[in-house]
């Protein structure tokens, strides 16, 4: 059973360009969430993605989205890019969404915007 | 005011003592969960639990629904049990909401 997997580990971009952070999700979960952790703070929560579909969103604006793909990996795109995107993105995969499944973390992407 | 508070921000202890680190959350929930995180990002989930007690090895997690209140304790800590410590709850919208965590130094 492989866990969940995030690349690229770590990125640098310039503002106003636009990145793709990747996911994959733990074999057997078809739910994959991701969060956004700033520096010395705890994470929050972007959007969820279940069998495809966004299945909540968090309060983050359009410019971020993302995709979910037939083998339940996931995409995080970020248009635009600002200087407070600067921070760790995690995302977490899980069984079908329900308060008792566990989330399993990635190890997370480190983006910086210069 | 945030919905999940942690308290402390940070704690330094010494080898082989007691640690507590306290949540409380101010909206309704369905579970709790008590998470690790290491330098370098990587989280660990360490307990889920709606009610009552968890115990895994040196690790203890309690919880009050009534009280809104659950806590994280280390018996017999050791400088390996460095790390940050996240609590975060489970409401409505499936979305887990996070405390800002505890950074945890144990000395030796």
């Known amino acids: 059973e492989t866990g969940v997997t995030q690349s690229p580990t770590h990125l640098i971009k310039t503002r106003g360009q636009q990145v793709t952070l990747r996911c994959s999700s733990q074999s057997g979960h078809n739910t994959v969430s991701w969060y956004q952790q700033a520096l010395g703070q705890g994470p929050q929560f972007i959007f969820q993605?279940?069998?495809?579909?966004?299945?909540g969103r968090g309060n983050f604006p359009p410019r971020f989205s993302g995709l979910q793909f037939p083998n339940y990996s996931s995409e995080l795109n970020v248009n635009a890019l600002e200087l407070d995107d600067s921070a760790l993105y995690l995302c977490?995969?899980?069984?079908?969404?329900?308060?008792?499944?566990?989330?399993?973390f990635g190890p997370g992407t480190r983006l910086t915007v210069l | 005011k945030n919905e999940v508070e942690q308290s402390p921000q940070n704690l330094t202890a010494q080898e082989g003592e007691f640690i507590t680190i306290n949540c409380s959350y101010s909206v309704g929930i369905s579970a709790l969960h008590w998470l690790q995180q290491h330098p370098g990002g990587g989280i660990v989930s360490l307990f889920m639990?709606?009610?009552g007690k968890k115990k895994h090895g040196r690790l203890i997690a309690t919880i009050n629904i009534q009280e809104k209140h659950s806590s994280l304790h280390i018996t017999a800590s050791h400088p390996r049990d460095s790390a940050v410590y996240i609590c975060a709850v489970m409401g409505g919208a499936q979305k887990l909401v996070f405390g800002q965590g505890t950074r945890l130094t144990i000395n030796p």
């Open positions: 977490a995969s899980s069984l079908p969404p329900s308060s008792y499944n566990e989330q399993f």
């Open positions: 639990l709606s009610s």
């Open positions: 993605y279940y069998r495809e579909e966004e299945n």
